[in-house]
């Protein structure tokens, strides 16, 4: 099989390669979309029920404060009688301290009630908002949820197709070929490149006189000393496949 023969194969695998690259690249963000989608409303269901817990803390505290302050009011009118009934001075300054206390203590308990009031407030007001936000994000999940699988399957099932393609593709080249292939294609996305004037058309670099007319016998493939594709001559200007600016390189690394 010569070096021309293999060619059209080698290019046939690395647009395979290509088009199942740009599958997976398409699955994977839809995938990632939804399941960001998801986790993000998981995130805020668990701090609704931190904080609607929290809330029901708070409301049952202000409920037993609320009762600790009208048995103070009781208290302190019991005082007041006691304060009438003295007999004697020291009688009635016990009164009078005992209803000082009991009125600090009442003023306290006003203070600590109003401040859950407003906490309690604060807290309902966050509820509903991410009770909104909740919401809103179930609705896009719904409503993303059946276009975003037909999407996927969609993309799976030419995936699937390109994989067969590229089986049959990949027995078409020697075992020595696609292994350089494969070689290569862990560092770079686009492993080959043309060249039709001694310039690669993957990384536009000028590549060495003497290699350029060894590969116009075209005997075998060359490697680029600068981007390390495999590189092939054709006698035509061909498109410029997916080079180094597509792989955020520049055409001067080596």
Same mark, same amino acid.
């Given at each position: 099989?010569?070096?021309?023969?293999?060619?059209?194969?080698?290019?046939?695998?690395?647009?395979?390669?290509?088009?199942?690259?740009?599958?997976?690249?398409?699955?994977?963000?839809?995938?990632? !979309?939804?399941?960001?989608?998801?986790?993000?409303?998981?995130?805020?269901?668990?701090?609704?029920?931190a904080d609607r817990?929290?809330?029901?803390?708070?409301? +049952?505290?202000?409920?037993?404060?609320?009762?600790?302050?009208?048995?103070?009011?009781?208290?302190?009118?019991?005082?007041?009688? +006691?304060?009438?009934?003295?007999?004697?001075?020291?009688? !009635?300054?016990?009164?009078?301290?005992?209803?000082?206390?009991?009125?600090?203590?009442?003023?306290?308990?006003?203070?600590?009630?109003?401040?859950?009031?407003?906490?309690?407030?604060?807290?309902?007001?966050?509820?509903?908002?991410?009770d909104a936000k909740?919401?809103?994000?179930?609705?896009?999940?719904?409503?993303?949820?059946?276009?975003?699988?037909?999407?996927?399957?969609?993309?799976?099932?030419?995936?699937?197709?390109?994989?067969?393609?590229?089986?049959?593709?990949?027995?078409?080249?020697? *075992?020595?070929?696609?292994?350089?292939?494969?070689?290569?294609?862990?560092?770079?996305?686009?492993?080959?490149?043309a060249t039709h004037?001694?310039?690669?058309?993957?990384?536009?670099?000028?590549?060495?006189?003497?290699?350029?007319? +060894?590969?116009?016998?075209?005997?075998?493939?060359?490697?680029?000393?600068?981007?390390?594709?495999?590189?092939?001559?054709?006698?035509?200007?061909?498109?410029?496949?997916?080079?180094?600016?597509?792989?955020? *390189?520049?055409?001067?690394?080596?």
């Open positions: 099989m010569s070096i021309r023969d293999q060619i059209a194969p080698l290019e046939e695998l690395a647009t395979i390669d290509d088009d199942l690259r740009r599958l997976e690249e398409q699955i994977g963000k839809q995938r990632g !979309s939804l399941e960001g989608m998801r986790a993000e409303a998981k995130v805020l269901e668990e701090r609704l029920r817990e929290m809330l029901s803390q708070m409301e +049952k505290t202000r409920s037993e404060l609320q009762i600790e302050l009208r048995q103070m009011t009781q208290q302190i009118e019991r005082s007041r009688e +006691k304060l009438q009934r003295s007999r004697n001075e020291r009688e !009635s300054n016990a009164a009078q301290r005992e209803i000082e206390e009991l009125r600090k203590l009442h003023r306290d308990r006003e203070e600590e009630i109003e401040r859950l009031s407003t906490a309690t407030e604060a807290a309902k007001k966050s509820i509903d908002a991410t909740h919401r809103n994000i179930v609705q896009q999940i719904e409503g993303t949820v059946e276009g975003t699988t037909r999407q996927l399957e969609d993309a799976e099932a030419q995936r699937a197709v390109r994989v067969k393609e590229r089986e049959l593709a990949v027995k078409k080249l020697p *075992t020595t070929l696609y292994r350089r292939y494969e070689s290569v294609r862990t560092r770079r996305p686009h492993p080959i490149a004037d001694g310039t690669c058309l993957g990384c536009h670099m000028t590549i060495p006189p003497m290699m350029f007319q +060894k590969m116009l016998r075209q005997a075998e493939f060359e490697q680029c000393p600068h981007c390390r594709r495999i590189l092939y001559y054709t006698p035509a200007p061909v498109r410029s496949p997916e080079g180094d600016a597509a792989e955020g *390189t520049t055409s001067s690394r080596a």
